[in-house]
């Protein structure tokens, strides 16, 4: 069934706020009524009310891209105003803001950025950059959830891992997370953080060894003294005493008689 | 939690402001609103102070993304979501805009006019008992404020939103400030406009303060109220007799609470002088 002039209308208030070429709807205001066929009066409508409209794309475009401009400082003094402006208008041409919660908007860019590989080419880190400029937020900001049950408190050789529902461990190429608006180029070194957040629920930031990095990961589905020995690490108390006080930190629900993932 | 805890001047709950509420029960605030897409889902400390304020004190809940006058289907796990909070906050009604968020899937996070047109009116009341179908609460609808018509109107605002509240049996979010900075905007007389409204449909007043750019009015929800627009408040509450809840919203350069309460504290007085009893007359 053909879409109706009421839905077409909402269509080009849509369009009028997403297209790119602002100088063209300035130049005529009627191209994107015109487009979905509405009729004249409809059209000279949207000619008559260009500065209301133009109002209207700006308040709509500020609100999709504020707070990518408050999520991502670094990556923006990376691309540079111009860049930038590229970028999130490609962002905006692909259409994909769909979720009704406000917050969803950074995570869907930096899942555009992961897929399209947007400047990637040039900055090879870039994904990195922007992974790194989220990645406490997302932490901050996991769902709390129910402990699963059967933790114990101390870890032992046969224990698996229990990671907090928000923890996560990352792996960059590039030394990401001490990138700065001053200085928004990282340097290549390979690097491990593990992202989490305490009791009360602030946010840290740790740099862990690929060894403790690999061991967090493994240990999750090996018992703590295998994925320690698979690591060369034969001195299994130093790997207890760190898992103790990952725990103790928040990182850490416990430690589970059977693998829970 | 009966329909008598919402009476006076309540704020808006704002997240900067979570962990100060959350720690202090002498706020003097009747009432809170929140906007249920900012806490459903979310996680972490902000959530946690949201949350326990929400457990504590009475709360009316106010959306923003649902798209009543759209054309999208309904996202139906929101919904679900939605149900469920609006229990759990025990929320006397829901409140969302009168006009569109959302566009061929893509929410543009902006409150946009709908078509003024029969057609559109039409739309929008079956959107409306549809979306009410789905509540657990009545459905309460928000005017807004717009800079332009979209498309060639057949009829004016009041007009439209007349028949969308009649032909959807529902009730009305009345926000002052959009009737005031519309009144700006468009040239009318905020109270002759008023005077022709069904009033009795009212269920809450939105206040909230705006600002002037160039020849357009904006409703930034960034500034104090102004006068004028207590003054249409203080007209709704004595031409309609009864002690509604009145919200005030504030979404932008939002100072720090001890000033907000203040502003509230303020605006409370301008309400409570409408139901006081009158002076006795000079002998
Ligand atoms: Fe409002």
């Given at each position: 069934m053909p879409e109706g002039r009421t839905q077409r209308l909402q269509q080009a208030a849509a369009a009028f706020i997403l297209e790119a070429d602002e100088a063209a709807l300035e130049a005529d205001p009627a191209r994107v009524s015109r487009r979905l066929g509405l009729s004249l009066a409809d059209q000279q409508s949207f000619d008559q009310q260009l500065p209301a409209w133009l109002t209207y794309r700006e308040l709509a475009r500020m609100s999709l891209l504020e707070p990518l401009e408050t999520m991502f400082p670094v990556l923006m003094a990376l691309l540079g105003p111009k860049d930038w402006a590229i970028c999130t208008q490609a962002f905006l041409d692909a259409?994909?803001?769909?979720?009704?919660?406000?917050?969803d908007i950074a995570p869907t860019f930096l899942g555009w950025l992961a897929e399209n590989r947007w400047g990637q080419a040039r900055w090879p880190f870039l994904l990195e950059l922007a992974h790194a400029e989220v990645l406490e937020v997302l932490v901050a900001r996991y769902p709390d959830s129910e402990l699963p049950g059967g933790l114990q408190e101390e870890p032992d050789a046969d224990t698996f891992l229990a990671w907090n529902a928000a923890t996560q461990v990352v792996s960059y190429?590039?030394?990401?997370?001490?990138?700065?608006?001053?200085?928004p180029i990282p340097e290549a070194r390979p690097t491990q953080l593990l992202a989490y957040r305490d009791a009360e629920g602030v946010v840290f930031l740790m740099e862990l060894t690929s060894a403790t990095a690999s061991l967090l990961v493994q240990a999750r589905t090996i018992p703590v003294a295998e994925a320690a020995a698979a690591l060369g690490l034969t001195d299994l108390e130093p790997v207890l005493t760190l898992l103790r006080d990952l725990r103790q930190k928040g990182a850490l629900d416990g430690f589970s008689p059977i693998p829970l993932t | 939690m009966t329909q008598q805890t919402f009476t006076g001047v309540g704020l808006g709950l704002r997240r900067t402001h979570l962990e100060e509420v959350a720690r202090r029960e002498d706020h003097g605030v009747p009432f809170w609103e929140t906007c249920p897409e900012n806490v459903i889902g979310d996680g972490g400390r902000h959530f946690r102070w949201a949350s326990s304020i929400l457990d504590r004190d009475p709360v009316l809940t106010h959306g923003l993304?649902?798209?009543?006058?759209?054309?999208?289907?309904?996202?139906q796990d929101y919904l679900r979501d939605l149900g469920t909070f609006l229990h759990r906050v025990e929320a006397p009604w829901h409140s969302e805009h009168l006009?569109?968020?959302?566009v061929d899937e893509n929410c543009l996070h902006e409150l946009l006019p709908l078509p003024f047109t029969r057609d559109s009116a039409r739309h929008t009341i079956r959107r409306v008992r549809e979306l009410q179908a789905q509540l657990p609460v009545p459905l309460v609808l928000e005017n807004i404020t717009y800079y332009a018509e979209l498309g060639h109107a057949d009829m004016d605002e009041a007009d439209f939103i007349c028949e969308v509240l009649e032909g959807a049996d529902a009730g009305w979010l009345l926000d002052v400030n959009n009737v005031y900075v519309n009144a700006l905007n468009f040239g009318f007389e905020p109270k002759a406009w008023l005077a022709q409204m069904p009033l009795e449909r009212v269920v809450q007043l939105h206040i909230a303060g705006h600002k002037r750019f160039g020849d357009l009015t904006v409703?930034?929800?960034?500034?104090d109220v102004i006068e004028p627009v207590i003054d249409l408040m203080q007209w709704v509450l004595a031409r309609v007799g009864r002690p509604l809840p009145v919200l005030l919203e504030r979404d932008n350069h939002i100072p720090d609470l001890e000033l907000l309460l203040a502003e509230r504290a303020q605006l409370q007085r301008a309400y409570d002088a409408v139901f006081a009893p009158a002076e006795a007359p000079h002998a």
């Open positions: 259409r994909l803001v769909r979720s009704p919660h406000y917050r190429t590039h030394a990401v997370h001490r990138a700065s608006e001053a200085n | 993304t649902v798209s009543v006058g759209g054309f999208d289907a309904w996202d006009c569109f968020t959302r409703d930034t929800h960034g500034a």
